[in-house]
């Protein structure tokens, strides 16, 4: 049986998701407050890695959105992403937990997703956005199909919270108990290797993540053609 997180231990009542959800956020919470008070010209090393950061952030919301929308949507990729990836860089840390390695977690992400992006749809285009699941062919001899596009297109975006949230829960699921595994086996050199191969994982799952947020909101907003 795998031992009980340090967070679990001190507050045995919160379950251990929760609290680690809880550290992610104060964590992030604290070293942007550590940033924004200490703003210089000539930048720290932590004010590089920021600005770095936030450039790499934006560079891909432009990409996958566009300039028009990359800087309404640039605050939502980036919470999601700097929450992920300390989220998961916890699980890597002896005593404590991801917390996207819990489903109550990654679907509490996937979730308004889906619902943000759908909202956008709906607010860009007004019921004109219902055009996006029609398919390529719009003629009256063509509405049977027509028909059978508006279920199949529904029913892959419905499907889309799920497969964000299994990916990422499964992942870092999958991470966690490898870690845990080799650990109790080889407690010197395998998790040592696992460790990069672990923290590789984290930031690729986080940027999964991310991007397909971005994907599916660009799907949403851009002109139906």
Do not use: C
Not at 116 to 142: D, W
Not at 160 to 175: A, D, E, Q, Y
Not at 183 to 196: H, Y
Not at 198 to 221: D, H, N, R
């Amino acid at each position: 049986m795998e031992a009980p997180s340090f967070l679990h231990m001190i507050f045995p009542s919160i379950p251990a998701y929760v609290s680690h959800s809880w550290l992610a956020m104060v964590l992030i919470i604290v070293v942007a407050l550590i940033v924004k008070n200490n703003l210089k010209l000539i930048p720290s090393a932590l004010q590089n890695v920021m600005e770095v950061l936030f450039e790499f952030l934006r560079g891909q919301a432009q990409t996958s959105i566009g300039h028009k929308w990359a800087d309404k949507f640039l605050p939502l990729l980036g919470t999601l992403f700097i929450y992920i990836l300390v989220g998961n860089f916890l699980g890597l840390i002896p005593g404590f937990e991801s917390p996207t390695s819990n489903v109550n977690v990654t679907f509490s992400m996937a979730i308004p997703v889906f619902f943000i992006y759908q909202y956008m749809g709906f607010k860009v285009h007004g019921i004109r956005y219902l055009e996006h699941f029609l398919g390529p062919i719009r003629n009256v001899y063509a509405i049977p199909f027509m028909m059978f596009m508006f279920v199949v297109e529904w029913i892959t975006h419905l499907a889309r919270p799920l497969t964000l949230g299994v990916r990422l829960f499964g992942n870092m699921f999958g991470k966690h108990l490898l870690l845990f595994v080799l650990g109790m086996l080889a407690p010197l050199i395998v998790p040592v290797a696992f460790l990069a191969l672990g923290t590789l994982v984290s930031v690729l799952q986080a940027y999964v993540f991310m991007l397909l947020t971005a994907v599916y909101i660009a799907g949403a907003v851009e002109e139906h053609h």
